[in-house]
């Protein structure tokens, strides 16, 4: 059913026609995403759309992540939700066609308008919401989430002229792992040497009262 519902969106916005595109669309990401690396922490990704100029019914969007992070399973299937500016007929969905790419979609079949306001009739930015997973595997660090250009478009319909509006520029944020593997490169520590060499590379036992040796690492003047 999932899968359908994908399709049925994906297909609503390829019959779109391209007849204008605003100027003023913007997307965005919370600049910093914070996971724990423990298969069992979600934490909720927020999107969020701003346009002054359009109301949009539908919209299709690709989200890139580092690998090992993974969808959150909710009893219906992935967790997933439309902010409070859908319509009734609104409906969402995504997918992870692959390790690091996450699909979303969103249709009404009535065609009806998001709204730019939630139920208390205030402005809000806040589109759509999406739970996540980090892997007990995945090492500690910062990696880059990005909403490519290319794989995002929100259509709208004013009287008989279909709205087709796209990014310009990728969206990037910064989503930022702990309590998993440390990395390789961080874990890394410096060792001194285990002696004394002279500059030929010879084990010293005891040094001369002149001379230039090595000394962890270093060129030491007697």
């Known amino acids: ?6 399709t049925v969106c994906l297909v609503h916005l390829a019959l779109a026609g391209v007849q204008a595109q605003s100027q003023h669309l913007k997307v965005w990401l919370d600049n910093q995403i914070t996971m724990t690396a423990d298969s069992s922490t979600v934490t909720t990704l927020k999107v969020y759309q701003t346009d002054p100029s359009e109301e949009y019914t ?6 890139v992540v580092p ?3 993974k969808i959150h399973k909710a009893e219906k299937g992935y967790d997933v939700k ?3 500016r859908g319509a009734p007929s609104h409906v969402i969905a995504c997918s992870m066609p692959s390790d ?8 009404s079949v009535q065609n009806e308008k998001m709204s730019r306001h939630n139920q208390n009739d205030n402005t809000t930015e806040e589109l759509f919401t999406i739970a996540l997973l980090a892997d007990k595997n995945m090492q ?8 490519p250009s290319s794989g995002l478009v929100f259509n709208g319909r004013s009287g008989d002229t279909y709205v087709s509006s796209k990014l310009t520029e990728d969206i990037t944020a910064t989503m930022r792992v702990s309590g998993g593997m440390e990395s390789s490169i961080s874990s890394v520590k410096h060792k001194k040497s285990d002696g004394i060499y002279d500059m030929h590379g010879r084990k010293v036992v005891r040094k001369a009262k002149h001379g230039v040796y090595i000394e962890d690492g270093k060129k030491v003047l007697e």
């Open 1 to 6: 059913m999932r899968r359908f519902i994908i």
């Open 58 to 63: 539908s919209f299709n969007m690709s989200i």
């Open 67 to 69: 690998k090992g992070i």
């Open 82 to 84: 439309l902010g409070l």
């Open 100 to 107: 690091t790419l996450i699909k979303v979609a969103c249709m």
């Open 140 to 147: 500690n660090g910062d990696y880059d989430v990005i909403v």
